[in-house]
């Protein structure tokens, strides 16, 4: 009796150690990684132009005039690095655009309940409540800086790419 109590426990703990190393599922796979980097590479000074850059990298964050003459531009890409786990990540299409998940039923519902609400609200109360503006939350994210200077004749002179760690906020999940 208490040799089978002895091998059950061994049994037991035999089992527990297999389930530990078990393989979980198939990783999340991370999501692509932004080509802003590879933009930057592409840009070659004497060669690349003003309308060239806005056509790639869109307006930029900020516009100054250069002591020399010619203009300075300058943006701030921030590249967020989402938790595997996070519900608010972003689902990321192969083709890398973003998709979005369809609506469950239980959203369906709560969209359904928080417009009852409303209008109670507004039936009940007076005056009507204000809205709140969004919640948002800081991320760890690589943030992009680029300084571009243009010559008067519009062409690249110059360009200071400087990647750094920081944070990038973003809504926070309701």
């Given at each position: 009796?208490?040799?089978?109590?002895?091998?059950?426990?061994?049994?037991?703990?035999?089992?527990i150690a297999f389930l530990g190393c078990a393989a979980s599922g198939e990783p999340e796979?991370?999501?692509?990684?932004?080509?802003?980097p590879g933009w930057v590479r592409q840009l070659e000074t004497g060669r690349t132009r003003m309308d060239e850059v806005e056509a790639r990298f869109g307006r930029p964050d900020e516009i100054e005039s250069g002591v020399r003459g010619g203009t300075?531009?300058?943006?701030?890409?921030?590249?967020v690095h989402w938790p595997a786990d996070d519900p608010a990540r972003p689902i990321v299409a192969s083709d890398g655009r973003l998709a979005r998940p369809a609506p469950g039923p239980l959203d369906r519902a709560g969209r359904g309940l928080r417009r009852v609400g409303d209008w109670l609200d507004w039936l009940l109360f007076y005056?009507?409540?204000?809205?709140?503006?969004?919640?948002?939350?800081?991320l760890p994210a690589t943030v992009h800086d680029l300084e571009l200077r243009f010559g008067i004749d519009g062409a690249l002179a110059e360009l200071q790419y400087r990647p750094h760690p920081g944070r990038a906020w973003v809504p926070a999940p309701r």
């Open positions: 009796m208490i040799g089978a109590l002895r091998a059950r426990r061994w049994i037991g703990a035999l089992a796979r991370p999501l692509p990684a932004h080509p802003f300075i531009w300058r943006y701030a890409f921030r590249e005056p009507p409540r204000q809205p709140r503006p969004p919640r948002s939350r800081a």
